[in-house]
């Protein structure tokens, strides 16, 4: 690119292109940093009710335009070209939006960690966590239609709709009448270390706050224990493993 462009005017095919991806990620920062200043300034219920109004008729507007422009039809507010997929093709554009959000995850953790340390970017994965497990699990009641409080088994079934349910391999045990037993029993994270003779990540501290908030998000009544997870030692068969418990 030029040292200097004064106008829009001035760019060439492939710079027109580049400023548009970067408006769109300018789109993404600016709906998150919306979200974040309202939970900030009057809670997250109130910033969730935002987001829930907000959400749903920027997407209308957001998707009738990029149609036009594009050339794809909207049917039931879903592209007519999602819907004209086959169901493999389907599964693997969820695959893939699973596996760019986990990537995302991990070059924001080395972002902070290159330049700050381990430290720091475990603080602040574990104070994002503490955000978006409840975000995730509003959206998930939202998307199976979940009553206020649905008990365990509203638990069970939001656990299978989490992005890291795309991504690992997890299976639930009944413990008692009032109890379960979720287990991680491949994580892409630690088997990908495992594979390259690293010793687990340490992400106890993390998964205390995302499956508390996740489980108490879902039903204010469930209270999460904490089986075993690195840099606990673990069976062969799982990596971590978490008791949840409702109190009536």
Known sequence: MPDRIDSIQDLDHEQTARLIIDMFHRIIVHYALWYTEIRHQMGTEKALEALKTASE???????KRLGK??????KDGIPLPMLNMSKEKLSDLMDCAAANWIANDGVWFQAVEFTNGMIDAKRCNDTCWAHFSPFEAWTIRRFLNLPDNPGLEGLKRALNFRIYARLNT???????????????????????RKRKGLDDYPCKSGGMVEYTYFARSIDSRIITECIGCPP???????FCAWRFILKE
Do not use: K, T
């Open 170 to 192: 997890q299976s639930v045990i009944d413990d008692s009448p009032n109890s379960f037993i979720f287990r991680m029993n491949e994580c892409r994270v630690q088997s990908a």
């Open 69 to 74: 422009v594009l050339g794809f039809e909207m």
């Open 232 to 238: 606990d030692r673990h069976p062969e068969d799982w």
């Open 57 to 63: 008729r920027g997407y209308e507007i957001q998707m």
